[in-house]
C-alpha cells in the first residue's frame, strides 16, 4: 500500500448492487449510481426525501407487501443495531417521468446499520440487487434455459460495467473489501420455523478476501435451500463478482425444479459475467416434511452429513465441475439423501479443510472427526468448535464460510 487516503465516496459510488443511505427516521442523505441506473431517478430527486414518499407502494395492487416489510425491516435494524436481510420482494417502483404508473419489480435487500461511538444507529445502509429479470425468464419457462440464459446475458453485462469500474477504483484497502463482503452476506436468522448457524473467517493477508458466500432461502412447504460458493480470486474484484452470483443463485432457485437446476442457471449466467469462471458452489433443499435433503456440487467439497449416532456421511454423489468449466450445457447432477431428526447438516468453503502440500481427504476426515466428537451440541456451538479445531492458529491463507443446520 503506497498510503494514498481512500476516496471512500467515491468507492460507494461505484460499489455494484444499488445502495441508499438513510437517517434513523428512513429519509434519503446518499444514493449510488447504481440505485439511480436500477430506480430511473436523478440525485435531487431523492436526496433529503423521505424513502417511501420516494416509492410509495402500489395502490393497483391489493396484495402489495413491499413498503410493509421494508419499512419493519427498517425499525428491526434502529431498534437492534443488528443487520437484517430481507426475503427477495416485489416491490414495484414508478416509472420514470411517468406518476402513477408502476413497474413490476423484484429485489434482493440488505439493510445494515453505522453505528456511532455509543453503538446508536447514525445510518442505515439499504442495499438491493434487481433481479427482475432472472425471476422473470424462470417463471415464464423453466425447461427453456437457454432463453433465460439469453435474458441473463443482458442483466450481467450492466453489471460487468459497473464491476469494470469498481477494479479501476484503486481502492483496494482491506477495510473496504471486509464492509462489502459483510453488506453482501446475509445475518443469521430463521428461515421458517429453523435456524442456522452461519459464520465467515476471512483469510490472513491484506485483500486475500471476498470470493466465499453462504445463502439461505425459505421454500414453500417446509423447505429450506441452502447454499455455500467460493468465487477464484480475492479483493473487490471477487466480491463483485460474489456479490452477482449469490443473487443470481437466489433468485433462481426459487422456479427452479431443485438444486442441479438451479446450478445450471447459474451457470449459463456465470458464463457472462468476467471472474465467475471456475467457481465452486453446493447447494442443498432440505424437505422437513419428507425428511431427505436433495443435492448438488459444482466443484465444491461434499456437504457433510452428521448422523446422531456419530457417523458423518459425505454428501459426493452428486458432483460436476465448476462453473464455466465445460464448453457446452450438459445437465448437472442431483442426488437426494434421507435423514433423521437431530441429524446435522454442514455446508462449508475449502479453507477450512484444505492446506498446501496436503491431500484434500485428510482435511475430509479432520471435519468429520470434529463433527462427531461435537455432535451434541447446538449449531452455535458445533460452528464455533469446528473453526476453533479445524482452522490453524495463525489464521487460515484462504477465507472460510460455513453454514451449520441441526435437522
Known amino acids: 500500500m503506497n498510503g494514498t487516503p481512500i476516496d ?29 441506473h436500477r430506480a430511473g431517478r436523478d440525485r435531487h430527486q431523492l436526496i433529503g426525501r423521505y424513502l417511501f414518499d420516494v416509492f410509495p407502494e402500489n395502490p393497483a395492487d391489493p396484495d402489495a407487501s413491499g413498503t410493509r416489510n ?15 436481510t430481507m426475503a427477495l420482494q416485489r416491490y414495484d417502483i414508478e416509472a420514470p417521468g411517468r406518476p402513477g404508473v408502476f413497474q413490476e419489480r423484484y ?60 477494479r479501476a477504483s ?41 470470493g466465499d458466500w453462504y445463502d439461505l432461502a425459505e421454500l ?7 447454499a455455500v460458493g467460493d468465487v477464484v480470486g480475492h479483493g473487490l474484484g471477487a466480491a463483485g463478482v460474489m456479490g452477482q452470483l449469490r443473487s443470481a443463485l437466489s433468485a433462481a ?22 471472474g465467475a469462471e471456475s467457481t465452486t458452489v453446493a447447494q442443498a433443499i432440505i424437505d422437513w416434511t419428507t425428511h431427505t435433503i436433495a443435492y448438488s ?12 449416532d456419530g457417523t458423518v456421511e459425505l454428501l459426493d454423489r452428486a458432483t460436476d465441475p465448476p462453473l464455466g468449466a465445460r464448453p457446452e450445457h450438459v445437465d448437472r447432477p442431483e442426488a437426494t439423501v434421507p435423514f433423521t431428526d437431530d441429524a446435522v447438516l454442514v455446508l462449508y468453503t475449502d479453507g477450512l479443510i484444505e492446506r498446501r ?48 443446520i441441526r435437522l
Open 170 to 210: 484503486h481502492a483496494r484497502e482491506r477495510q473496504v473489501v471486509l464492509a462489502l463482503q459483510d453488506a453482501m452476506l446475509p445475518r443469521p436468522r430463521p428461515v421458517g420455523h429453523h435456524r442456522a448457524a452461519v459464520r465467515y473467517r476471512p483469510a490472513i493477508g491484506a485483500l486475500n478476501v471476498c
Open 297 to 308: 456440487s459444482a466443484g465444491h467439497p461434499p456437504p457433510a452429513l452428521l448422523h446422531p
Open 357 to 404: 502440500r496436503e491431500d484434500i481427504d485428510i482435511g475430509l476426515a479432520r471435519l468429520a472427526g470434529s463433527l462427531a466428537r461435537h455432535r451434541g451440541a447446538d449449531a452455535e456451538t458445533l460452528a464455533d468448535a469446528l473453526l476453533a479445531e479445524l482452522l490453524p492458529p495463525g489464521g487460515a491463507t484462504d477465507d472460510t464460510a460455513l453454514v451449520v
Open 220 to 226: 414453500p412447504g417446509d423447505r429450506m435451500a441452502v
Open 8 to 36: 471512500y465516496e467515491a468507492v460507494f459510488r461505484v460499489l455494484p448492487g444499488g445502495l441508499l443511505l438513510l437517517s434513523p427516521e428512513f429519509v434519503i442523505r446518499d444514493v449510488n449510481e447504481t440505485l439511480l
Open 253 to 274: 432457485t426459487l422456479v427452479a425444479d431443485g438444486p442441479a437446476r438451479a446450478l445450471e442457471v447459474l451457470g449459463i449466467y456465470a458464463r457472462s459475467v468476467e
Open 70 to 84: 421494508l419499512l419493519a425491516s427498517l425499525e428491526r435494524v434502529v431498534a437492534t443495531g443488528e443487520r437484517d
Open 107 to 166: 429485489w434482493s435487500p440488505v439493510n445494515s446499520p453505522v453505528l456511532d461511538a455509543d453503538g446508536r444507529v447514525r445510518l442505515i445502509v439499504h442495499r438491493v440487487e434487481d433481479v427482475t429479470e432472472i425471476v422473470r425468464a424462470g417463471a415464464r419457462d423453466h425447461g427453456d434455459r437457454e432463453r433465460m440464459a439469453a435474458e441473463l446475458y443482458v442483466r450481467a453485462q450492466e453489471l460487468q460495467e459497473l464491476n469494470d469500474r469498481l
